[in-house]
């Protein structure tokens, strides 16, 4: 019988890629996620609540199918691992600019009727939120310690700027969004390096 305190991954891989360490900069809006300032000034989060969010982020994705999320990220960082989501959820994704009013008007090509928006980090991804209010859709994000998070409806906190740790991130909810749509039994065949490393044939 697996206990509720089971987490996602071994408490030592989330360590690892540093998931959990913040920024120097807190706000308000992060504090509740906040387990302690480290002498250095960085902000730490509560590894406990960041499991709990990704099962939760996990389980409410699952509940769309892909072509009703899009995703967005600006910072390059996460490029490698948004992409690697995007090709085994089927989820549409937009890594760098992001194409403005594709959201928001249909009269363009490459315009999405999306249900739900993900953006991988509030603040270079906002042109991509300020349009999903504007059309009424949920934003997920993944937060930092240094976001604000008014205009988000699921806050993911963690470390959204190293990219092993969102390569972890993104592995973990590829997992769970694929397991929870009863598409996957067991692990992921494609490793968490996948998700972070470039390949060599690039």
């Known amino acids: 019988m697996v206990t509720e305190e089971k987490f996602l991954v071994p408490l030592e891989q989330y360590l690892k890629v540093g998931i959990h360490i913040g920024t120097k900069f807190k706000t308000k809006y992060m504090e509740p996620f906040i387990y302690k300032v480290r002498p250095d000034g960085l902000s730490v989060f509560n590894i406990q609540r960041i499991d709990e969010r990704l099962k939760l982020a996990g389980k409410f994705l699952a509940q769309y199918e892909p072509q009703e999320i899009m995703i967005v990220c600006r910072r390059e960082n996460g490029w490698k691992a948004v992409e690697m989501f995007s090709k085994l959820t089927g989820i549409r994704s937009f890594s760098g600019r992001y194409p ?11 315009f999405t009727e999306a249900k739900v928006l993900f953006a991988t980090d509030p603040w270079p991804d906002r042109n991509a939120i300020q349009d999903a209010i504007k059309v009424g859709l949920p934003v997920v994000a993944l937060c930092d310690t240094n976001n604000e998070t008014n205009n988000i409806d699921f806050v993911m906190p963690c470390n959204n700027k190293g990219k092993k740790s969102l390569g972890l991130i993104f592995w973990i909810l590829t997992r769970e969004y694929l397991k929870n749509r009863g598409l996957l039994k067991g692990d992921l065949k494609e490793s968490v390096d996948d998700f972070s490393e470039e390949s060599l044939e690039n």
């Open 100 to 110: 403005p009013g594709i959201l928001t008007n249909p009269n363009l090509d490459g």
